[in-house]
């Protein structure tokens, strides 16, 4: 999948819900997410007995659980038959496997829950990718993700102009 390809998946997504708020936009598609996780993870989304089922636990804070929903969310949406076909997808307390549905997973929660005109902002102040991360408080791990993104999309960020070659396919796999 390429980042522009997810871009348009969340901008969809936001248009026909009219949130960014990856919980409500759960519970629009009538799937509740249950506020204790599996022991040993922080988030979970699977489909039992023909329903999606999403667990994200309260023990991480507020801004994480909001995080590891929005990711289940990009999932449910880019995943979808994976997880129809019994796929589990799983957030763990500690470390996430290197695996490209995970970063997509994440470019989609970065561009859901970060908009734009926040890290343009904070570029035009002559911050540095980590200076943005750090602005980020509890997203900080959604930053290089977002600012990816948006050099995919030609948004000249960070003194991207350098990368330009590189990012022409822009495929998410090259991210991690």
Same mark, same amino acid.
């Given at each position: 999948?390429?980042?522009?390809?997810?871009?348009?998946?969340?901008?969809?997504?936001?248009?026909?819900?009219?949130?960014?708020?990856?919980?409500?936009?759960?519970?629009?598609?009538?799937?509740?997410?249950?506020?204790?996780?599996?022991?040993?993870?922080?988030?979970?989304?699977?489909?039992?007995? #023909? =329903?999606?089922?999403? /667990? *994200?636990?309260?023990?991480?804070?507020?801004?994480? @659980?909001r995080?590891?929903? +929005?990711?289940?969310?990009?999932?449910?949406?880019?995943?979808?038959?994976?997880?129809?076909? #019994? =796929?589990?997808?799983? /957030? *763990?307390?500690?470390?996430?496997?290197?695996?490209? @549905?995970a970063?997509?997973? +994440?470019?989609?929660?970065?561009?859901?829950?970060?908009?734009?005109?926040?890290?343009?902002?904070?570029?035009?102040?002559?911050f540095?990718?980590?200076q943005?991360?750090?602005?980020?408080?509890?997203?900080?791990?959604?930053?290089?993700?977002?600012?990816?993104?948006?050099?995919?999309?030609?948004?000249?960020?960070?003194?991207?102009?350098?990368?330009?070659?590189?990012?022409?396919?822009?495929?998410?796999?090259?991210?991690?």
């Amino acid at each position: 999948m390429t980042a522009e390809y997810i871009y348009k998946c969340v901008r969809a997504c936001v248009g026909v819900y009219g949130t960014c708020e990856p919980e409500k936009i759960f519970e629009m598609r009538g799937c509740a997410v249950k506020r204790r996780a599996p022991p040993g993870l922080s988030g979970m989304i699977c489909v039992k007995d #023909g =329903r999606l089922v999403v /667990y *994200a636990g309260e023990e991480s804070g507020a801004s994480q @659980r909001r995080i590891i929903v +929005a990711k289940l969310l990009g999932h449910a949406i880019m995943h979808r038959e994976e997880l129809c076909g #019994g =796929r589990v997808f799983e /957030y *763990a307390e500690r470390g996430t496997p290197r695996d490209p @549905r995970a970063a997509e997973a +994440a470019l989609f929660a970065a561009e859901l829950l970060i908009p734009d005109v926040r890290i343009s902002e904070l570029d035009k102040f002559g911050f540095t990718e980590g200076q943005i991360a750090a602005s980020l408080g509890n997203m900080r791990a959604l930053a290089a993700p977002k600012i990816y993104a948006m050099r995919c999309r030609g948004v000249s960020v960070c003194g991207s102009a350098a990368r330009a070659d590189f990012m022409k396919r822009c495929d998410v796999e090259n991210l991690f």
